[in-house]
């Protein structure tokens, strides 16, 4: 890394809460993405400052200038290199439909007729509903954080949500919560670690660098055993 790097304290916007990538734990701000991204920068030797916000607010503070590194489980899309550029990816996920664990009616989008959906704002959860509102005839509820989102279909003021399944099972595994997936994936994508686009070539080559060298060392495998099965 550059002088410029190691004076420099890049600014990283997460997401408010999302186990198993960012949750507090006693106090402390932990998980898969906080974890890695430390870990990158420790290699790469730059300095760090981690935000908490809204999901859809990340790609906005980065364009308003207030973040240099977006994380918060972002999956890598077509529309989001757009406006800003993609490490190389760091995990696997998509979207699962998700009912409450006592729902008999719902086993598919095909059962989403006149239902209501709750989604999380600015999410590729959000877009899918969106895109298929029409075909399968449900209306759309939206939220800005996972934990509302659950809530509303808890509660029952939502039938379905959708939410990437590595989150959704972590939540049921760990929060006891009564929600079930059901039917087929929706989407597949995978995270990726965003920068501004063609701005930040340094930044991003360290990493990819950072990402590469956790992979080889086994630091990378040891963080995800730490927060997954
Ligand atoms: N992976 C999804 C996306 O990028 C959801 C991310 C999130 O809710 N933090 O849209």
Do not use: C, H
Not at 14 to 21: E, G, S
Not at 97 to 121: F, G, M, P, R
């Amino acid at each position: 890394s550059t002088a410029d790097a190691e004076n420099k304290v890049y600014n990283v916007g997460v997401d408010n809460t999302y186990p198993p990538f960012e949750f507090t734990q006693e106090g402390q701000l932990v998980g898969i993405d906080v974890d890695l991204i430390n870990a990158i920068a420790k290699d790469q030797g730059f300095n760090i400052n981690i935000e908490q916000m809204d999901f859809s607010g990340i790609i906005p503070a980065m364009q308003a200038g207030m973040l240099d590194i977006g994380m918060g489980g972002m999956s890598i899309t077509d529309k989001r290199k757009e406006t800003v550029d993609f490490s190389d990816p760091y995990f696997a996920a998509g979207v699962s439909l998700v009912v409450a664990d006592d729902n008999q009616n719902i086993t598919s989008l095909s059962d989403l007729s006149d239902k209501k959906v709750v989604v999380k704002n600015g999410t590729v959860g959000a877009s899918f509903a969106d895109k298929n509102t029409e075909e399968y005839g449900y209306s759309i509820i939206q939220v800005s954080d996972s934990a509302s989102m659950f809530q509303e279909v808890t509660n029952g003021t939502a039938d379905a949500l959708m939410e990437d399944y590595p989150v959704i099972s972590y939540a049921i595994a760990t929060g006891g919560l009564e929600l079930k997936t059901v039917g087929e994936r929706l989407t597949g994508d995978d995270y990726g670690i965003s920068v501004l686009k063609d701005k930040n070539d340094e930044l991003l080559n360290m990493i990819n660098d950072g990402l590469a060298n956790l992979k080889e060392s086994g630091e990378y495998d040891k963080i995800m055993n730490t927060y997954l099965d």
